[in-house]
């Protein structure tokens, strides 16, 4: 299956800090990108929803202007945490998708561990 | 109601045991669905998809009931490693984006 590449894989940073989070699909053109978030024993949540070349589409309760989504190419898509607080400690795992061959399956990343202290 | 919604278990199950479980969703005009597996700290990874006629992968069965919305999965001759939680996840109609909503997942413990 295809590959999507998630970094860092752990993030540990210090209360009013920003974080930076990357995706990279590594062997097809991520048309579209999700952004999850998972707390502990809770599903997926996705947060927002980023096209190519466009705005990110964001879901009712989650800040645009603290999680920004960068999606400026078909293979890489960025999520930074701005000013971070300990509530914000969370599982953010990205997916991507490639909407002109879609199969219907997401393709994740590893996913990145925030804790913020 | 919830969009998706699944037992979260935990399913206690005996090695070799059979496992059933189900997942409803709430939206009739939802065009596909799957199952997907997630380990303790790991991104999901898609254990099947699920077709009108039923599908069957190894020992995992799955099913789809859209006249009462829901979706099973069945484990046949569990294993150690099935232990983990299994996500299902609903496309949304395309009036809808074709949003993907996961469920609250069920978890699985397979026990010797």
């Known amino acids: 299956g295809a590959v999507v590449s998630q970094h860092p894989s752990w993030v540990i940073c210090k209360s009013g800090t920003s974080v930076k989070i990357e995706c990279r699909s590594l062997?097809?053109?991520?048309?579209?990108m999700f952004w999850y978030r998972q707390f502990p024993k809770q599903s997926l949540m996705l947060m927002a929803t980023?096209?190519?070349?466009?705005?990110?589409?964001?879901e009712q309760g989650v800040e645009k202007d603290k999680f920004l989504i960068n999606h400026a190419s078909l293979t890489l898509s960025t999520l930074t945490v701005t000013s971070a607080h300990p509530e914000d400690s969370s599982f953010y795992i990205c997916?991507?998708?490639?909407?002109?061959?879609?199969?219907?399956?997401?393709?994740f990343g590893e996913g990145s561990r925030l804790t913020v202290l | 109601r919830k969009e998706v919604e699944q037992d979260p278990g935990p399913f206690n199950v005996p090695e070799g045991a059979t496992v059933a479980f189900n997942c409803t969703y709430s939206?009739?005009?939802?065009?596909?669905f799957f199952w997907y597996r997630q380990d303790c700290r790991k991104e999901p990874k898609l254990l099947m998809s699920?077709?009108?006629s039923g599908n069957e992968d190894g020992r995992f069965t799955a099913q789809l009931n859209r006249a009462s919305q829901y979706i099973s999965l069945l484990i046949r001759d569990s294993k150690l490693s099935d232990s983990a939680t299994y996500l299902c996840?609903?496309?949304?109609?395309?009036?809808?984006?074709?949003?993907?909503?996961f469920g609250g997942g069920t978890r699985v413990l397979v026990k010797p």
């Open positions: 980023s096209n190519e070349g466009s705005k990110a589409t964001y």
């Open positions: 062997d097809f053109q991520a048309t579209t």
């Open positions: 996840v609903v496309n949304g109609p395309p009036a809808a984006g074709n949003k993907l909503t």
């Open positions: 939206n009739s005009a939802s065009q596909s």
């Open positions: 699920v077709y009108s």
């Open positions: 997916s991507g998708m490639n909407t002109l061959s879609y199969t219907g399956e997401l393709f």
